[in-house]
């Protein structure tokens, strides 16, 4: 027994050692939540306070749960393989196939996963004859899910307009053509279960009889139907043993209610909160960091991180002139690590949005540094950038057979297979490509490949004297896809991608001046062709880890790298816009990266982005400002005049220059539409100077002195 208990910290002692209660333990980042979990497990058993079959604990992924029962198996001398340890959605599987029919299920009733939920989806809309631009099957699997683990069936589903009825109505269909095939999306199991034990006394009370104790992992990241599974099952007199961080909620997205942890704390938990604060992860400077920005958030329970590691090194603060500029200094600083021994897998470069890895992804090619794009592809093999690719190939080239067939129904324009198989017959008959072959269709068939044909066309003569950029922006737009995107409930991260591919052609551009034989398009296509070819780092091989935040989760390196924090990056304006608490899930984000770092942190941002193929000022993270000064070295820190204002606030003193075209600052101009002001700060030089002017009851405007007329009073 003392074997199971060595090693643990006073917390985690009084954690594990807990008699029977309900108890809440926030688990701050790398303080041994698993650790404590199983040990829980293990003890409760050990001790006889209840037997294998009695327990029942839920976690969110099979990783998980693999993990949890691994590391029992090695504590406790027991089968682990019958006990109920299990995600929410295996948990419920299992009792549903114990229980088929009294859940109304047939035996051998099917899972649908989000791809086939979303094909059962199209099949339905089509059925029914209903336009699905209107209604997006996407937005509505995001509709129906939403309203599933919320409890709510569409009979009680409330429609305060047309279009929310006529979702409502789709709902309905939907759930009465699951019921016919017999088939559960993932949303269903955690229902369907919890409707079966909520009106199924006898059962109910065999499963609230049985589990003794409820040990539930990650409970920051419940939703509101799992949190009522939970307090059903505890019904019986049960404990519940909930383990979790409200500071790490950044699932809402996803549903995932971070108030679930308050309303626990009042409906069981009571005085029975226990806070794991040692880190066992992270240096202290970094803990400090991480402290520092997540106390701004009002609505948390709270805890202190702190490490008995020592303090480590500072946090290195990096301001860039360009998004360019930063991705080159993050490149150098690794490789110049590597030279050092450091391993390349224990550098991670983390981002808010995945089309910022573009750049990343480019300069760490660019220098021959090995990279994997951790749980996500790699830029140019994203779904909605190689659609857009094979719009653009067709332009250059109307044979390229396979960028036809990606995107001849992509939006989707009523071209079904059989469309196809005539096509692709014909094309082989009189030997010719698809594109060429269209003319020689017929009927329906006929109308809606030629009018695909026809939209080619289209592009191809209205882009025929554009730039690049344009030309792409054009296409993305003209084609459909942008309008496709817009109106998914995930769109946005594929839109942010399709304007970083805007950006990748500016950049082009610029770099390569004398556009090779074929033209910009040409050598552009070959370009993206090259970036998306073999260079991530095959298995075995060591590799620089790329991410977003939200992938980082759960894991931990020695070097960290968070870029791009800039406002309206991260913190990401669509959060922002939502209000307080957009801002505070953000807030925890930032939180989560900080704590991916054992040793060495970087943060970094840059002045100026590209955004649709346009250069956009930008202004340091809020976050930025929340790290204490003593904890950060600037790494770029300039000497500032003392005409000018800082160009970012506190963290940079940055790249400040006097203003250009002959005004200072200090000056009075006017503007014709904003008035009379004064020159307060300057910035850039040539075609990127700005200046800062304070224009009184029209505020403090940024104007480009390219664009900008103002004239001197």
């Not at 005409?643 to 200090?666: D, H, I, K």
Request: contains cysteine; glycine residues 8%.
């Amino acid at each position: 027994m003392s074997d199971l208990l060595a090693n643990l910290n006073s917390p985690q002692l009084q954690a594990v050692t807990l008699p029977p209660v309900h108890a809440l333990i926030l688990a701050g980042a790398g303080s041994g939540k698993t650790r404590v979990l199983t040990t829980r497990i293990a003890w409760l058993i050990s001790t006889s306070q209840v037997g294998p079959h009695g327990i029942l604990a839920v976690t969110f992924t099979n990783k998980a749960a693999k993990e949890m029962t691994a590391r029992l198996s090695s504590l406790v001398p027991i089968n682990v393989r019958g006990m109920w340890i299990g995600t929410f959605h295996g948990l419920c599987n299992r009792l549903l196939r114990a229980h088929f029919r009294e859940a109304g299920l047939p035996q051998t009733f099917q899972i649908l996963d989000s791809a086939d939920q979303l094909a059962m989806v199209k099949r339905l809309l089509k059925n029914l004859n209903i336009d699905d631009e209107k209604y997006p099957p996407r937005e509505l699997c995001h509709f129906i899910n939403a309203h599933k683990e919320q409890g709510v069936r569409a009979a009680q589903a409330e429609a305060y307009d047309n279009y929310t009825q006529k979702r409502v109505e789709i709902y309905a269909e939907y759930e009465n053509q699951c019921n016919r095939e017999g088939v559960c999306d993932f949303a269903e199991l955690l229902l369907r279960c919890y409707e079966l034990l909520q009106r199924n006394e006898p059962l109910q009370a065999h499963y609230q009889q049985r589990f003794r104790q409820i040990l539930v992992d990650e409970f920051q990241d419940t939703n509101v139907l799992q949190y009522r599974w939970l307090k059903l099952l505890a019904g019986g007199g049960a404990n519940i043993f909930a383990v979790g961080d409200d500071d790490q909620s950044i699932y809402r997205f996803r549903g995932a209610e971070v108030g679930n942890m308050r309303e626990f704390e009042r409906d069981y938990a009571g005085a029975n909160v226990i806070r794991l604060e040692q880190n066992y992860r992270s240096h202290g400077n970094i803990l400090a960091a991480a402290n520092a920005i997540i106390k701004n958030n009002r609505e948390r329970l709270g805890k202190n991180l702190w490490t008995d590691a020592g303090d480590g090194e500072p946090i290195r603060a990096f301001e860039a002139y360009s998004d360019l500029d930063e991705a080159r200094f993050i490149v150098e600083e690794i490789r110049e690590l590597v030279r050092d021994g450091i391993s390349p897998t224990q550098i991670a470069i983390l981002y808010r949005s995945n089309a910022q890895s573009r750049v990343l992804e480019h300069e760490l090619f660019t220098k021959g540094v090995p990279y994997k794009v951790y749980g996500g592809l790699r830029f140019f093999e994203r779904q909605e950038v190689k659609h857009a690719l094979a719009y653009l190939r067709l332009l250059g080239n109307q044979d390229d057979d396979t960028a036809f067939l990606r995107v001849v129904n992509f939006p989707t324009r009523g071209i079904g297979a059989r469309s196809l198989e005539n096509l692709q017959a014909t094309a082989h008959q009189i030997n010719s490509s698809l594109y060429n072959a269209a003319a020689s269709l017929t009927g329906k068939a006929g109308q809606t490949v030629g009018a695909f044909v026809r939209l080619i066309e289209t592009l191809r003569q209205e882009t025929a004297n554009l730039p690049l950029p344009e030309i792409i922006e054009h296409v993305v737009e003209k084609s459909g896809l942008a309008q496709h995107y817009r109106v998914e409930k995930e769109g946005q991260e594929r839109l942010e991608n399709l304007d970083e591919l805007i950006n990748a052609a500016a950049t082009f551009v610029d770099d390569e001046g004398a556009i090779g034989e074929g033209g910009a398009l040409a050598s552009f296509l070959a370009h993206a062709s090259l970036e998306a070819g073999e260079h991530q780092a095959g298995e075995g091989q060591e590799a620089v880890q790329l991410m977003s935040v939200h992938a980082a989760k759960g894991l931990e390196f020695d070097v960290v790298f968070i870029s791009g924090l800039e406002q309206g990056l991260f913190p990401h304006e669509n959060s922002v816009n939502e209000g307080k608490e957009g801002l505070e899930e953000e807030r925890r984000l930032m939180y989560v990266a900080v704590t991916r770092a054992r040793q060495r942190l970087y943060v970094s941002c840059a002045q100026t982005r590209m955004l649709h193929g346009q250069t956009r000022y930008c202004m340091p993270s809020s976050f930025l400002d929340e790290i204490p000064e003593g904890l950060l070295r600037k790494l770029n820190k300039k000497a500032e005049s003392a005409s000018t204002v800082p160009a970012f606030g506190s963290f940079g003193g940055g790249y400040a220059e006097p203003a250009a075209g002959g005004l200072r600052v200090g000056q009075t101009v006017e503007h014709a539409k904003f008035g009379l002001g004064v020159i307060v700060s300057s910035e850039g030089r040539g075609a990127d100077a700005r200046v800062q002017v304070n224009f009184g009851g029209a505020g403090m405007k940024w104007l480009a002195l390219e664009y900008a007329k103002l004239t001197p009073v």
